[in-house]
């Protein structure tokens, strides 16, 4: 009786080791993981929303007070030939937004080590009309993205300009 016992003990004894090395590994396995960057996630896409909205409502320095929305209204209805024209260049809407788009994102993006990319289309996301940074690349599949449309009017029709920033990670 005595030696059935002592072997019971001993086979809990085993089994409590066991599952205290088991545990270990656990516990090692859990903290060797990196933590989820939810913070990381949550900035670009704060950064994207914010950067496209304050974008959109900026006003033109040189191009009658327009706001850049009202600019790319303008431009939408017909990137070939818009129909305001700004400063003493004779620069259409498209070009003139373009190039404030280019000026505020190098100073601000570009100077914070951020990629982006920055598309104003109308149907197809794949033509844009405006499309930066220069020289044109794309972000990786890992991205945070803000999309605005627009309402313009083309004729009778009233179509959807889109202007999207992507945030590349």
Same mark, same amino acid.
């Given at each position: 009786?005595?030696? !059935?016992?002592?072997?019971?003990?001993?086979? %809990? @004894? *085993?089994?409590? &080791?066991?599952?205290?090395?088991? +545990? $270990?590994?656990?516990?090692?396995?859990?903290?060797?993981?990196?933590?989820?960057?939810? !913070?990381?996630?949550?900035?670009?896409?704060? %950064? @994207? *929303?914010?950067? &496209?909205?304050?974008?959109?409502? +900026? $006003?033109?320095?040189?191009?009658?007070?327009?706001?850049?929305?009202?600019?790319?209204?303008?431009?939408?209805?017909?990137?070939?030939?818009?129909? *305001?024209?700004?400063?003493?260049?004779?620069?259409?809407?498209?070009?003139?937004?373009?190039?404030?788009?280019?000026?505020?994102?190098?100073?601000?993006?570009?100077?914070?080590?951020?990629?982006?990319?920055?598309?104003?289309?109308?149907?197809?996301?794949?033509?844009?009309?405006?499309?930066?940074?220069?020289?044109?690349?794309?972000?990786?599949?890992?991205?945070?993205?803000?999309?605005?449309?627009?309402?313009?009017?083309?004729?009778?029709?009233?179509?959807?300009?889109?202007?999207?920033?992507?945030?590349?990670?």
């Amino acid at each position: 009786m005595k030696k !059935k016992s002592q072997t019971e003990i001993m086979g %809990l @004894a *085993i089994i409590i &080791i066991l599952i205290i090395i088991g +545990t $270990t590994f656990v516990i090692r396995f859990i903290m060797s993981k990196e933590p989820a960057d939810y !913070k990381k996630d949550f900035t670009h896409s704060e %950064l @994207a *929303i914010n950067m &496209i909205n304050t974008f959109l409502e +900026t $006003t033109s320095a040189s191009c009658k007070k327009l706001s850049m929305t009202e600019l790319l209204q303008d431009c939408g209805q017909n990137p070939d030939d818009p129909s *305001i024209k700004c400063t003493a260049s004779d620069t259409g809407s498209c070009s003139y937004v373009e190039q404030e788009a280019e000026k505020i994102f190098k100073e601000t993006l570009e100077k914070w080590g951020t990629d982006y990319v920055f598309k104003v289309f109308l149907d197809d996301e794949d033509s844009p009309i405006i499309f930066l940074p220069k020289p044109v690349k794309e972000c990786p599949d890992n991205k945070k993205s803000k999309l605005f449309p627009i309402p313009i009017t083309i004729g009778s029709n009233t179509e959807i300009l889109s202007v999207k920033l992507d945030i590349c990670e």
